[in-house]
């Protein structure tokens, strides 16, 4: 059974989020919680419905577990990101203390993730802070151009060299803090702070596959970057 779009309160945020998760149960509680919080909200059972839902309803946000059948949740993820438009954030769900799907989830594309078992609360959490960042919110700040790296923070686009970069709301929020504030270093704590608006996360290593991750899409060559430097023991500094 999929759970389609569902009523929601006075004040709803008007935001959609697909819930996807083989456990019906765990499904229709994480929607519960959503609704109550005012968002629209439906529910997929594997892989191929969850593809199915997101082309009906372009989803702001995907909770997605890793373990679907059909295909699994990064497959999921992959699929939503090859969107020319409309790529909704995703919240992975992975088993506690499964180190290796986090930053395996990470390194793809994720914009954050949930350990089960979760709190419903800490979930619509996070749910609310990941649609936060991604706001395209109103902005007079010009754009930027660094030696053929072009950031428009009003149209939230990225182009190098004259070609369109494909950036999830996370690594433009981290690219865009990093550009506007050129030659300062910031530690991942900071990062975590101004960009993830967090501090109580597992481990920073989310910041560092983050910058490994916008890297490959920025940098002409990652291993030699021109942009995004590693301050040794700090932490990072955009070029100036």
């Known amino acids: ?125 996070r749910v609310q802070a990941v649609l936060r960042r991604g706001a395209a919110e109103p902005t007079n700040d010009p754009p930027l151009e660094i030696d053929g790296l072009q950031i428009d923070p009003a149209e939230r686009s990225v182009m190098l060299d004259g070609r369109a970069l494909a950036l999830t709301p996370r690594e433009f929020n981290l690219l865009w803090f990093m550009a506007s504030h050129a030659g300062m270093v910031f530690s991942r704590a900071q990062l975590m702070e101004h960009v993830w608006e967090s501090c109580s996360y597992e481990d920073s290593s989310t910041v560092t596959v983050h910058v490994r991750r916008l890297r490959a899409k920025i940098e002409r060559d990652p291993e030699s970057p021109d942009f995004i430097h590693t301050v040794w023991g700090v932490g990072y500094r955009f070029r100036r």
């Open 1 to 125: 059974m999929i759970n389609q779009a569902m009523a929601t309160s006075p004040d709803s945020t008007g935001s959609f989020v697909l819930v996807v998760d083989d456990e019906p149960t765990i499904g229709e509680i994480m929607a519960r919680y959503l609704q109550r919080a005012g968002f629209h909200t439906g529910v997929a059972l594997n892989g191929p419905q969850a593809i199915a839902m997101d082309a009906v309803h372009s989803p702001d946000l995907v909770i997605l577990d890793i373990m679907l059948p059909g295909f699994d949740g990064l497959e999921v993820m992959r699929r939503l990101h090859e969107k020319e438009h409309g790529r909704p954030a995703v919240i992975l769900l992975t088993a506690k203390g499964d180190e290796a799907d986090r930053i395996a989830g990470l390194r793809r594309g994720a914009d954050d993730y949930v350990a089960k078992p979760f709190s419903p609360g800490e979930l619509v959490a």
